[in-house]
């Protein structure tokens, strides 16, 4: 099986370094040579996946204080029926 090496310096370790490039609103991880720092590449800083999975669960808890509201609603509706029809 082949092994990585970096293309500037020969090393054959890397490791995942944060930084916050210049002009950027987002950190990125690089990718980079344990050795001379020379990057290999990038990964992005937030994982997709958990962030969608952390919205689901936020929607998902909306979805049920919305739910909440509209029963509340409903009696507030039904009350004031009760006291406009008693009017009558």
Same mark, same amino acid.
């Given at each position: ?9 020969? !090393? ?5 370094? +944060?930084?916050?490039?210049? *002009?950027?609103?987002? =950190? ?5 040579? #344990?050795?001379? !720092? ?5 990964? +992005?800083?937030?994982?997709? *996946?958990?962030?969608? =999975? ?5 929607? #998902? ?24 029809? #008693?009017?009558?």
């Amino acid at each position: 099986m082949a092994s990585s090496t970096c293309g500037h310096c020969g !090393g054959k370790f890397f490791e995942v370094q +944060e930084h916050a490039p210049a *002009g950027s609103n987002y =950190k990125v991880n690089f990718v980079q040579c #344990a050795e001379c !720092g020379s990057p290999a590449g990038t990964l +992005e800083y937030y994982e997709t *996946g958990v962030l969608v =999975k952390k919205q689901s669960a936020n929607i #998902a808890e909306l979805k049920r204080e919305l739910a909440s509201i509209k029963r509340a609603l409903a009696r507030v509706q039904e009350a004031v029926d009760r006291i406009y029809g #008693a009017v009558r």
